[in-house]
């Protein structure tokens, strides 16, 4: 019983200790998925306002696609807001002269990483089932309302008796409409491409039918004339038609092809398994579905790996200098991003296996924080051996 009594204050220290560690990183975490998300968010904003307001979108399909696109902004923000939210934490535990306080105690750099490893893994975990469950349903939601706004649009910026400028460059006349079925009545289309010439299309009646299921669109038109201008403008023919079908290149007015969509990045897990397995049975290529399969586990993995260089980093800083550390983990976090976009590019091309591509880039980053916590461990300088080269080069 004696000899218990000492550890028992020591335990309570040690738990006192990682829990006021983890509240820091914590913190600082929670800001950096705010901004992040906030700055990403920013960039999109534009493009929204010009859906709501120049083209006539629905605010409520806009307030949907805000909402699905913000879980591919968290897979990249938790990453970068987990290794600034170490790297901030525990600059700011040196600046304030706290880490050489618990240093001079007996307390190293691997009694402070032991709960940044649990963070890691948590944060890992979170990366883990956005990127399995989250995005997939996210970007099926993107695909479905990015359809919804595009058919909408075909009927609901049309206004009756008003030259309308409608998709692909297709001027539209209706004289009446009627806003819920979709029904018009005395139509004019006037069109002008250059692989088809000039057209004008008269008729009675027209409908806009859309094809869910194959993100497609045409305008059915009954009881009309068709008139084709020739080169010369001199002449043209004429054809009457009972019934006639206009394909609508929804394309041309989202700037999506939405019959390409439903590709890796909106599979669930057994889909997208079950679409590479036949593939390869089949002897076809299934590059994409094996990179979707190894990006869902490469950034938690990554994640599992930040602690190793957010506390080199953050530790490194001198006393009254936070931001030193701060801008060397975005550089990182960018450098990373890099190599992973690299890493997918190369996997494409085939130069080197899918896997071996996919994750280097971890394998890298993994060296490199080994290698900063080492030195940050011992005392050692980072940039060791660039305080004697400029020396040298200053006697010189």
């Known amino acids: ?214 993100r497609t669109a045409h305008l059915e038109l009954h009881d009309g004339s068709l008139l084709t201008y020739h080169d010369s403008d001199k002449y043209h023919d004429k054809t009457d038609f009972t019934s006639m079908e206009i394909n609508l290149d929804l394309t041309e007015d989202t700037g999506v092809d939405l019959r390409e969509m439903g590709g890796p990045g909106a599979m669930t897990w057994t889909d997208l398994v079950g679409e590479r397995d036949t593939k390869l049975a089949r002897g076809e290529s299934a590059i994409e579905e094996t990179i979707e399969l190894h990006r869902k586990f490469v950034l938690p993995a990554a994640a599992l790996l930040l602690p190793f260089i957010g506390v080199p980093l953050g530790a490194a800083g001198r006393r009254g200098v936070r931001s030193r550390g701060m801008v060397v983990s975005i550089l990182v976090v960018l450098i990373y991003y890099l190599l992973l976009t690299g890493a997918v590019t190369l996997a494409r091309q085939q130069v080197v296996p899918i896997a071996l591509s996919m994750w280097l880039p971890n394998l890298l980053l993994g060296g490199l924080g080994l290698w900063l916590f080492r030195r940050s461990a011992t005392e050692q300088p980072l940039m060791f051996g660039l305080t004697s080269w400029i020396s040298l080069r200053k006697r010189g």
């Open 1 to 214: 019983m004696n000899q218990a009594k000492p550890t028992q204050p020591a335990r309570r220290t040690g738990r006192t200790l990682q829990r006021y560690v983890l509240r820091e990183v914590r913190n600082a975490f929670a800001v950096g998925i705010g901004s992040a998300v906030s700055i990403l968010f920013v960039l999109r904003v534009v493009e929204l306002v010009d859906l709501a307001f120049a083209r006539g979108v629905p605010g409520r399909l806009v307030l949907g696609l805000s909402g699905y696109i913000v879980p591919s902004f968290l897979e990249t923000a938790i990453p970068m807001a987990a290794l600034l939210g170490i790297v901030v934490a525990f600059a700011r535990l040196g600046s304030d002269g706290e880490l050489v306080a618990l240093r001079a105690s007996g307390v190293g750099l691997m009694n402070l990483l032991r709960p940044l490893l649990a963070f890691g893994f948590a944060v890992a975990t979170l990366s883990l089932v956005l990127g399995i469950w989250v995005r997939p349903w996210a970007n099926r939601g993107i695909e479905i309302t990015t359809y919804e706004m595009a058919r909408t649009r075909l009927t609901a910026a049309l206004r009756p008796g008003v030259f309308n400028d409608w998709f692909g460059g297709v001027i539209l006349y209706v004289d009446q409409l009627d806003p819920k079925s979709g029904d018009m009545r005395s139509v004019m289309l006037a069109e002008e491409r250059k692989e088809y010439g000039r057209k004008t299309i008269f008729a009675a009646e027209g409908h806009v039918q859309s094809n869910e299921d194959a």
